[in-house]
């Protein structure tokens, strides 16, 4: 449930309300837009019955949420979130660009992708450096030390770093050396690790499972918000379908689907959806132009080295091409990258 308040309600009309939920243990989320506060019930509202909060000073109206996600829902922040990660910000006016190798596979490798994602203008630094595989047999990543140096590759270039976490007695770890944790498609309902990120307080960007629904990948957001972290941002990758052409189905409905369901910013992964090198612009360009707030992509400074998902990841160059086309169709719909 929400409760709204009456456009001008004081501080003292705003404490008081929260006074009662958190006297009946309910948990209370404030959110202050600009016509109006909204707070947010966290709870069994049964805690309730014979409490008539509508005749509470300062009190327009009280909204169910009938979504299984409250924190997630659209209505608890009517005007959506933003996610900082230090001084970048996603869900804004611009357009959160992060790029980078499918796994770090070397200190000069990754010196040199990251390297050239700045270059393009990219913010953010993407690498594996722990790869959860599909074959026990394939490269699974340089783990910590592979952290240690997409750390110092974003260090020397001025980016933040993003990378996959994948097991809750990993984390004190990853976080001494990434700004914002990735949650893989494989472990988006993996509920201990959900809330596990959710207690560290670190932002998190959630990538889609490969055969869940939104309202599903909303339920799992709603874990790491639970836990007291807001700064959740949803990840659009490709679903499984009955399609052979690429790798997965880009569900490009999504982005309008969830910038009207969610408070929470989204960003689409080409690479991952296509599986192919030659298809990543043409879909880029579709997200930018249909709303995401930005894009993770998927370069190497030589693909056909690649240790791992070489078909699919693009040269420093071919970044920087599709960068240059991305901020124009920005430009088009009122974006900027």
């Not at 959160?96 to 913010?123: F, H, R």
């Not at 001025?158 to 914002?180: H, P, R």
């Not at 040269?315 to 920087?320: E, L, M, R």
Request: charged share 25%; glycine share 8%; hydrophobic share 45%.
């Amino acid at each position: 449930m929400i409760i709204v308040m009456k456009h001008g309600a004081g501080q003292r009309e705003i404490e008081a309300v929260e006074k009662v939920l958190r006297d009946h243990q309910l948990g209370v989320h404030i959110s202050n837009g600009s016509a109006a506060t909204i707070i947010g019930v966290i709870g069994d509202k049964s805690a309730l019955a014979g409490v008539n909060l509508e005749m509470m000073d300062g009190v327009d109206k009280c909204v169910p949420i009938m979504h299984s996600y409250k924190l997630a829902s659209r209505e608890i922040c009517p005007e959506g979130r933003t996610v900082s990660v230090g001084d970048a910000v996603i869900g804004g006016k611009r357009l959160a660009m992060m790029a980078g190798p499918c796994a770090v596979e070397s200190e000069e490798q990754i010196m040199e992708a990251a390297a050239g994602v700045k270059k393009a203008g990219a913010q953010f630094l993407r690498g594996g450096a722990y790869k959860p595989r599909t074959s026990p047999y394939a490269f699974q990543g340089m783990e910590d030390e592979g952290f240690k140096m997409l750390r110092q590759a974003a260090d020397a270039t001025g980016l933040k770093v993003v990378s996959e976490v994948i097991a809750e007695d990993q984390m004190d770890t990853a976080a001494k050396y990434c700004d914002m944790f990735q949650i893989g498609a494989r472990n988006m309902q993996n509920f201990r690790l959900l809330k596990a990120v959710g207690r560290s307080g670190v932002p998190v960007l959630l990538k889609r499972g490969i055969a869940s629904t939104i309202e599903e990948w909303l339920d799992a957001a709603e874990y790491i918000m639970s836990e007291g972290n807001y700064n959740v941002v949803l990840c659009e990758r490709g679903i499984r379908t009955f399609e052979t052409a690429t790798r997965n189905t880009l569900d490009i409905s999504a982005v309008p689907v969830i910038k009207e369901r969610s408070c929470l910013p989204i960003i689409v992964d080409p690479s991952h959806a296509a599986g192919k090198s030659a298809y990543i612009q043409s879909l880029s360009l579709a997200a930018a132009a249909c709303g995401a707030d930005g894009l993770i992509i998927e370069v190497h400074p030589c693909p056909k080295c690649a240790m791992s998902d070489a078909k699919q990841q693009l040269t420093p160059a071919q970044y920087a091409e599709l960068f240059a086309e991305v901020r124009r169709v920005a430009q088009a719909v009122g974006r900027e990258v």
